[in-house]
């Protein structure tokens, strides 16, 4: 027998995108690779069902390992370090800050946050956290030579993420001269 109450729809596809900064001038907007994991998901799964989504964006801010990157002494004051904290917060907000713009112009739900951290070990931990459907990732493409040097987030990600993962490569024609610039 039929029930007369409207079955509810289901609930949205929650798609967690890992995003960082480009690393080549222009700091702090989007990588060339977290741009085009954002479009392709985008265009090739969320097409025109905005409600049938809802996308979490992570950036993970890597801590500066000696805190001195941009200063020209080893002598800082409690200030500075006050000063490198909030400006590095203000840069991964502002990275934020395009994505999100960028689904509210769409009409898509969203919500974004900053961790500190190793990339690989924040990404699987906030994946087990907020338990998305799916990870969307954008990735390098280096090559076997700066893999071993650099190691890549996505692979990791792959292999130990509690959901699947969908990792996205540059095009070669976007590929800057130095394929760990990204």
Known sequence: MASSSMASPPAPTRILVGVNQSSMKGYPHPSISSRNAFEWTLSKL???N??????????????DEDGFDDMDSIYASPEDFKDMKRRDKIRGIH??????????EIGINCEAWIKKGDPKDVICSEVKRVKPDILIMGSRGLGPFHRVFVGTVSEFCVKHAECPVITIKRRADEAPQDPIDD
Request: charge should be positive; proline fraction near 4%.
């Open 95 to 104: 990275l934020l800050e395009y994505f999100v713009g960028r689904c509210h």
């Open 50 to 63: 905005y409600s049938g989504f809802s996308l979490l964006f992570l950036h993970v801010q890597i801590p």
């Open 46 to 48: 969320i097409r025109n």
